[in-house]
């Protein structure tokens, strides 16, 4: 059964800082990866989907890698903004989706 | 172009009861998948629907149900409510729901079982 690990639970940084995030999963046979933003009581936005076939995407500041043969996919946040504070998640697509449980950031400003 | 449509936002109800949960997705898509969200397990797949047939299924228990219509506008059921099926419930949408598409989600129903 896939797991997905998020670490860490929560990241509080100031603003203008760059940041990593970080997700593992248990079961590389996987199809893609996402990460997704959820604001609170709200619902998810889809930020980056990699395929399995991709090592990396970029949209804006958000840059995000993948490492299959490890299990591995970090999110990186470039010169963060208080607007980024919310709950990241990341999810594998394998024959469901599974998502970690996600990273809530608070960036101050 | 409209997003996700989930209604209704908020719903209280009481142990035993049952509630149905309506979720319109984005216009031209015809994959719609329902997920449960709580603070201690995360978000979960319940199911997943496409062109009126449950394509993928989670393990929940058989209370939970849905259907998806003609106008690929899915419901979900849940019956007999018990306290611990109180969550967020979140659907999203995709155009056929393939592997390699993303993914648009709704607002979510918060569901409270008193």
């Known amino acids: 059964k896939q797991e997905v690990t998020q670490i860490p639970a929560a990241l509080s940084v100031p603003e203008g800082e760059n940041l990593v995030l970080n997700c593992s999963f248990t079961?590389?046979?996987?199809?893609?990866l996402q990460w997704f933003r959820q604001d609170p009581g709200k619902g998810l936005t889809s930020l980056l989907l990699?395929?399995?076939?991709?090592r990396e995407q970029t949209s804006g500041r958000l840059n995000a890698s993948l490492d299959k043969s490890s299990g591995r996919s970090t999110l990186y946040i470039a010169a963060s903004q208080p607007g980024d504070s919310a709950t990241y998640l990341c999810?594998?697509?394998?024959?469901?989706?599974?998502f970690g449980k996600g990273t809530m950031l608070l960036v101050s400003p | 172009k409209a997003g996700v449509t989930q209604t209704p936002r908020y719903l209280i109800k009481t142990r035993g009861q049952q509630v149905t949960l309506s979720c319109s997705p984005i216009?031209?898509?015809?994959?719609v998948s329902w997920y449960q969200q709580t603070p201690g397990q995360g978000l979960q797949f319940l199911f997943e629907?496409?062109?009126?047939?449950?394509?993928n299924k989670g393990n929940f228990p058989g209370r939970f149900s849905g259907r998806q219509f003609s106008n690929s506008r899915s419901e979900m059921n849940v019956s007999t409510l018990e306290l611990g099926d109180s969550a967020l419930y979140l659907c999203?949408?995709?155009?056929?729901?393939?592997?390699?598409?993303?993914?648009?989600f709704g607002s979510g129903t918060q569901l409270s079982v008193l």
């Open positions: 216009s031209g898509h015809r994959s």
């Open positions: 990699i395929q399995s076939s991709q």
């Open positions: 629907y496409f062109s009126e047939t449950q394509r």
């Open positions: 999810a594998v697509t394998d024959s469901t989706l599974t």
């Open positions: 079961d590389s046979a996987i199809y893609n």
């Open positions: 999203a949408s995709s155009l056929e729901g393939g592997r390699g598409e993303k993914l648009f």
